[in-house]
């Protein structure tokens, strides 16, 4: 049973009507990884319906970028042999666990490298939910003990000891709603993601046409009511300035991405001109100095 989600999400937009129903009260089953996967070792040279791709880190099954591309390397890349694999296929690198060369082929049909040990789901195991337990740290953790050699690039968990793993697991029916509630959420993240992309570009798009450009008095878009030239005045015209030692500065206070007052560094003046593409804020709660040596609005220069 699933507890804690938050209300943001409506339980009937995330699915989890469906992963907390009743049906589901069977205790999960200790099983060994052997009898959730069965080796895939078919290998054969790279054809048009097994494209020769990469196993990306983090990514999974990818087309080979020049980063990956050794083909130049092999003396007969027409009948070298790779292993084939299948969408929804398990697939790890022994010597490459920790960094993220473990997960599913949601690409499809492919060849890869043959120092992948490759696995297809049994009747009992859903691909999906596999996918998402067998990448979890423990579990890694778990197969990490079985690494033999103590060479890195020579390290090899043989896929015999690997199918003696055990794990906890539910039955395929619970297996399956486990992912699908999951890929929702994974929906939503994108959808959000993408929607953060482009708000941030709106945004740089904005800053670009609110501020004057190099030799203009006038920004291109401008609140309504507001016509007047802009005006060049200096930083002191506009603001307290206390200056500080960097290295006294740093005793004092924190960066932060948001505050009340401004730090300007060394990197924002340029060419003798402020550049607040980067500007770090204080807070002056972070202050144990005097109270009051700063106020809002301030800037401190370090």
Known sequence: ??????????????????????FFSHAWEQRKVGELLTERNKQEPASDDYPLMAFIANEGVAPKGDRYDRSALVSDSKNKKYKKT???????????????????????????????SIFHPTN???????????????????????????????????ESDFIKIQLSVPVIEEQRAIGTFLDTFDDLITLHQRKLSHLRELKRGLLQKMFPKSGEDRPEVRFPGFADAWEQRKLSDISDVTKLAGFEFTKYVRYQKTGKI????????????????????????????TPGFLRSFEVVGT
């Open 86 to 116: 299948e969408l929804g296929d398990f697939i790890y690198s022994s010597n490459n666990l920790e960094t993220g060369s473990i997960g599913l082929n949601r690409y499809g049909r492919a060849s890869i490298s043959p120092v992948y």
């Open 1 to 22: 049973m699933i507890l804690g989600i938050q209300r943001s999400v409506s339980i009937d937009q995330a699915g989890l009507r469906d992963v907390t129903a009743p």
């Open 124 to 158: 009992v195991a859903d691909s999906n939910f596999l996918g998402r337990r067998l990448v979890r740290r423990d579990f890694i953790n778990a197969m990490v003990r079985w690494r033999q050699g103590v060479v890195y690039g020579q390290w090899r968990i043989h």
């Open 262 to 289: 401004i730090a300007l560094r060394g990197l924002n003046v340029k060419n003798g001109k402020l550049v607040l593409d980067d500007v770090k804020y204080i807070d002056d709660s972070d202050f144990s100095i």
